[in-house]
């Protein structure tokens, strides 16, 4: 028995996420553990939840596989979100307005910048002194 399955790829900072949407019974498992297990910081889950319900879709009619690496918390956080969102705009393509709408296709392209010669950090230059 093949089940079919919405995949989407969410990158933010160094994590990069790999999303699957399917119809289910609203399980959500993050690297083989349950989504509340592994990310357990308040306001996460429904954060990576808000795309599904932008869309107005009930979250406990979907099964959601994550498998995500790289990064910290809230770079995993935020590529699973939009990992999530291009899977439903790739099972109906009518989601992308309301999705664009919430802001949730854009790609954050911002990471850390690298660090320089000379200075201390990427921008922060030694302290002067004159004598």
Do not use: C, W
Not at 34 to 54: C, Q
Not at 57 to 66: A, G, Y
């Amino acid at each position: 028995m093949t089940v079919q399955y919405f995949e989407g790829i969410g990158r933010r900072k160094e994590s990069t996420a790999r999303v699957r949407v399917m119809t289910g019974t609203g399980r959500i498992i993050v690297n083989d553990r349950p989504g509340e297990e592994y990310f357990p910081r308040l306001g996460d889950m429904e954060r990576i939840l808000s795309a599904v319900s932008a869309v107005g879709v009930e979250p406990s009619t979907l099964d959601i596989t994550v498998k995500v690496n790289g990064g910290g918390i809230t770079g995993q956080t935020d590529s699973v979100t939009l990992g999530l969102a291009r899977a439903l705009v790739k099972m109906n393509p009518e989601n992308t307005p309301l999705l664009r709408k919430h802001g949730l296709l854009t790609r954050d392209a911002r990471v850390k910048e690298r660090k320089k010669p000379g200075l201390k950090r990427a921008r922060k230059a030694p302290t002067y002194t004159k004598r």
